[in-house]
């Protein structure tokens, strides 16, 4: 069975870092797009970043520059970095499969809230 | 960037209605979209993959259709299972991926 499970979020200052990670079962991340998306309190869905399975990486320009995805192919682990956090980045983070024959979110995990406020 | 323009922004249709939901690239995608299922405080769920091919194990009442830059999602006959918040997202422009605004449904 397939299962993303989140850890890493909470509450934080503004400037601060914290690294969420995502670990996966039931397939290699290594092998696949894998992909964070956030969804502000009451919004709705913005996409991160990605991994592709060669190792490019993509940002939304909205944190490029301050977040960085990556992952440990022994830990079968993704996970994001987040520096510089501002009080626009506090959103449920969700890391996702990209299933590649359709560009589509076909896994998803259960989404850890980080809050950024002084 | 790609837009997604998705229309109404929320709805409130009978047990047994048949509810549309549209959404408009900003520019042609091909078929490259796809509609997602959320309810309230769980992660999204694909539902159509490619703007009409409906995921392994979503019930038939759900369909979506169209081509280029504009997109339909249909529930043929609303379910009170169904009462959530739809997203469509394109990956015409991949890695660089799109969702629409979303469109919460309710029950009348």
């Known amino acids: 069975e397939v299962q993303l499970v989140e850890t890493g979020g909470g509450l934080i200052q503004p400037g601060g870092s914290l690294r969420l990670s995502c670990a996966a079962s039931g397939f290699t991340v290594s092998s696949n797009y894998m992909s964070w998306v956030r969804q502000a309190p009451g919004k709705g869905l913005e996409w991160v970043s990605v991994?592709?399975?060669?190792?490019?990486?993509y940002y939304a320009d909205s944190v490029k520059g301050r977040f960085t995805i990556s992952r440990d192919n022994s830990k079968n682990t993704l996970y994001l970095q987040m520096n510089s956090l501002r009080a626009e980045d506090t959103a449920v983070y969700y890391c996702?499969?990209?299933?590649?024959?359709?560009?589509?979110?076909?896994?998803w995990g259960q989404g850890t809230l980080v809050t950024v406020s002084s | 960037d790609i837009q997604m323009t998705q229309s109404p922004s929320s709805l409130s249709a009978s047990v047994g209605d048949r509810v549309t939901i549209t959404c408009q690239a900003s520019q042609d995608i091909s078929n490259y979209l796809n509609w997602y299922q959320q309810k309230p405080g769980k992660a999204p769920k694909l539902l159509i993959y490619d703007a009409s091919n409906l995921e392994t194990g979503v019930p038939s009442r759900f369909s979506g259709s169209g081509s280029g830059t504009d997109f339909t999602f249909t529930i043929s006959s609303l379910q009170p299972e169904d009462i959530a918040t739809y997203y469509c997202q394109q990956y015409d422009n991949l890695p660089f991926l799109t969702f629409g605004g979303g469109t919460k449904v309710e029950i009348k």
């Open positions: 991994i592709y399975s060669g190792g490019s990486t």
């Open positions: 996702a499969r990209i299933r590649r024959q359709h560009g589509g979110f076909d896994y």
